[in-house]
């Protein structure tokens, strides 16, 4: 089957250029389809979502060509549209092109130019299709790295960057150590329309008060002793992108007025500058802090809180959302598998059980090391137990059998219930947990609380014994 031919929409109310287009383009294969005012070029765009280029007069009768551009823009964001004009005018292709047209040519057309601009149109075009299918292959359904979870706090995570992903909104998010706020970050920067621009990182707790200015800003030559020549800040090299400012709340309270310039103007001034240098950014800022209590105490900046906080997303500690950890204990288990090159093809029974129980103050984070070191430690590809540091299979231990409380449970059991004397891990949770759950007429909240475990960790191992019915 021959590929489909590429096709441009031409916007023009001159006829005999739109004819003059027409014959250049169709001789070497393309299809052209023709609008002669700004109404029927928006409805041929609206309708038709697989144009390839527009080639849109700037001035039309009855609209503006720059409106129209990004009412074009709004429906089909990554279309290449070339700006035509008749006046040679700077100012208005310089208008056109902050505003997201593809080039600009002068009418009429030179008909090599013309072509080679809808070569490099068809081809950006091409590599935006390639992305969003590598993306598509790589993450979730609309392109961005893919969360892993399916607990009703992680649903709600992903609706939020499915949100705000394709906005300009600054975010800001809030979350313990370890809780995975650099992959919300990268998921919101795939979604969004600056995908193909840089993503900027930097860490505001891990640099002193000057390095960081000068890092998040740049300076010029001769600023310091030292500045032998310039050097653009993370700002600057976040040009188009998405700047990622980590640990906000650590930021100095001398720094934090400069930021909020920064992010206000979307200017900055490097260290020895006489002016201001303008920068096209997007902020997402994270902080494992409270910002409301640093902000009540004079600590943070409340202006620039409310800067950063255009949307806030809050990430769970893993602890509230024990149901996703058989699902993401064996995501990291086959990529860290991948990393050492060390076979992985299950888990042995026990294994999740201990992991479900622990308190994982470290977060995913601390997950990810523990599964790597029973990974890495095992001499089958069966993971067991045994692989786990003594502290999580202690945990483990306390959180299923706390003082008395397989007694107290067992107490209440009907007449003949069997409980063995040495049960298995599995067989003795069985049944502490119908004995619980009996003991406190059904109750889970008051179950959790007698076994000392969160309601959470219940309801996983109601599932896992098939329980959830009583």
């Not at 902050?98 to 068809?122: H, I, Q, S, W």
């Amino acid at each position: 089957m021959s590929p489909a031919k590429p096709i441009v929409l031409v916007i023009d109310d001159e006829p005999g250029h739109r004819l003059m287009v027409r014959a250049v383009l169709e001789d070497v294969g393309w299809t052209v389809l023709e609008a002669s005012d700004g109404a029927e070029g928006l409805k041929i765009c609206q309708k038709r979502s697989n144009l390839d280029a527009v080639l849109l007069d700037i001035r039309l009768p009855d609209r503006d060509g720059i409106d129209l551009l990004q009412e074009m823009k709004a429906v089909h964001p990554h279309l290449p549209v070339i700006m035509l004009t008749a006046f040679g005018s700077v100012g208005s292709a310089v208008e056109a092109m902050k505003l997201g047209a593809f080039d600009y040519m002068t009418k009429p057309a030179d008909n090599e130019e013309l072509k080679a601009v809808l070569l490099k149109a068809r081809e950006y075009l091409g590599l935006v299709r390639e992305n969003q299918d590598l993306r598509r292959a790589l993450g979730g359904e609309d392109g961005s790295p893919r969360l892993v979870g399916q607990s009703p706090a992680m649903h709600r995570v992903g609706e939020l960057i499915r949100q705000v992903g394709p906005t300009e909104a600054t975010v800001l998010i809030l979350g313990e150590s370890g809780t995975g706020k650099e992959l919300v970050v990268k998921a919101i920067h795939a979604a969004s329309l600056r995908h193909a621009g840089p993503l900027v990182e930097i860490n505001c707790a891990a640099l002193p008060g000057e390095l960081l200015e000068s890092e998040l800003f740049g300076y010029v030559k001769g600023a310091f002793t030292g500045a032998v020549s310039n050097k653009p800040g993370r700002f600057q090299l976040a040009e188009k992108g998405t700047l990622f400012l980590d640990e906000v709340g650590d930021m100095p309270p001398a720094l934090q007025a400069k930021l909020l310039r920064a992010v206000q103007e979307r200017t900055v001034e490097p260290l020895g500058a006489t002016q201001s240098v303008q920068v096209d950014v997007r902020i997402i800022a994270a902080t494992h802090q409270n910002l409301p209590e640093l902000v009540s105490s004079g600590v943070f900046r409340e202006d620039l809180y409310f800067r950063l906080n255009v949307l806030e997303i809050k990430l769970p500690p893993l602890r509230d959302r024990i149901e996703d950890l058989p699902l993401l204990t064996r995501h990291l288990l086959h990529k860290l598998s991948l990393k050492n090159r060390k076979p992985f093809r299950d888990v042995a029974p026990g294994f999740l059980e201990a992991l479900a129980v622990y308190r994982w103050p470290g977060n995913v984070r601390e997950l990810e090391n523990v599964l790597e070191r029973a990974l890495i430690l095992a001499r089958s590809d069966m993971l067991t137990r045994d692989l786990l540091p003594d502290h999580i299979r202690e945990a483990g231990s306390s959180a299923l059998f706390p003082a008395g409380a397989l007694q107290k449970t067992t107490s209440h059991l009907p007449r003949g219930s069997n409980v063995p004397a040495e049960p298995t891990f599995d067989t003795a949770e069985r049944h502490v947990l119908i004995a619980a759950l009996e003991a406190q007429g059904g109750h889970r909240g008051k179950t959790a609380e007698a076994l000392g475990i969160s309601r959470r960790t219940l309801q996983y191992k109601l599932n896992k014994h098939g329980l959830t019915s009583r």
